[in-house]
């Protein structure tokens, strides 16, 4: 049981309250922040646990062959994914790995599908292709361009979101399949590909 006395208990629900209502996430982080009644009631404010270190990769992860052909794979992330490897979506595609490390750093990869899938109008072409900036809502912040990653060769674009936010992916293929692996992060956050590299750098395939 906690026990806390009226002056306590008074302001405790005020500081739960300025929480429960403010937009700024690292204010909600500051005011949920050292002590142990406050920590005790995070739970209650349904608010999201960050690792301390994001390159403290201590979480193995691993997502399985579909069965259809395509690849699994081993990683490490430094807090626990939300995944769902065994949905498709109606275009074939899987979202194998899907993870917020910090308020301003999100880290996902998706399996596209095999190159060459046709839905509807659309084929599924080679990394080097698809990459190519479609027009949209959102702004190209450079040309794209080829990159070495741990995992091999991939191309690389930035998308500049309405909201400010920043979605760096990189598209890739591996034995015909095609995947996109992207980090959305704020503008300041300049570690975001750091991140990315550091994790991929843990990655291994898992053949079917």
């Given amino acids: ?34 002590p142990l ?17 994001p390159y403290e990769l201590g979480v193995p992860v691993e997502v399985l062959p579909f069965g259809d052909g395509r690849p699994g794979e081993r990683l490490r992330l430094p807090c626990r994914p939300v995944r769902r490897q065994e949905v498709l979506g109606p275009d074939g595609s899987r979202t194998d790995v899907e993870v917020q490390v910090a308020p301003d750093l999100w880290f ?15 084929v599924l072409t080679a990394a080097p292709v698809r990459v190519v900036p479609r027009p949209g809502p959102v702004t ?18 930035t998308a500049v979101l309405p ?22 992060h704020a503008p300041l956050r300049l570690d975001a590909e750091q991140f990315r590299d550091t994790v991929l750098a843990s990655w291994t395939w898992i053949e079917p």
């Fill in 1 to 34: 049981m906690l026990v806390v006395g009226p002056t306590v208990l008074t302001r405790l629900v005020v500081v739960l309250e300025a929480a429960r209502s403010t937009t700024d996430p690292e204010l909600r982080r500051s005011l949920l922040r050292a």
């Fill in 37 to 53: 009644h406050l920590r005790f009631y995070r739970v209650r404010l349904r608010l999201p646990w960050y690792p301390t270190d």
């Fill in 140 to 157: 190209w912040e450079q040309p794209v361009r080829e990159v070495m990653t741990p995992i091999g060769p991939a191309w690389r674009r």
């Fill in 163 to 184: 909201t400010g936010s920043r979605i760096t992916d990189i598209h890739l293929d591996h034995d015909g399949w095609a995947y996109v692996i992207g980090v959305r």
């Fill in 108 to 122: 996902a990869v998706v399996c596209l599908g095999r190159v060459g899938w046709v839905h509807g109008d659309n």
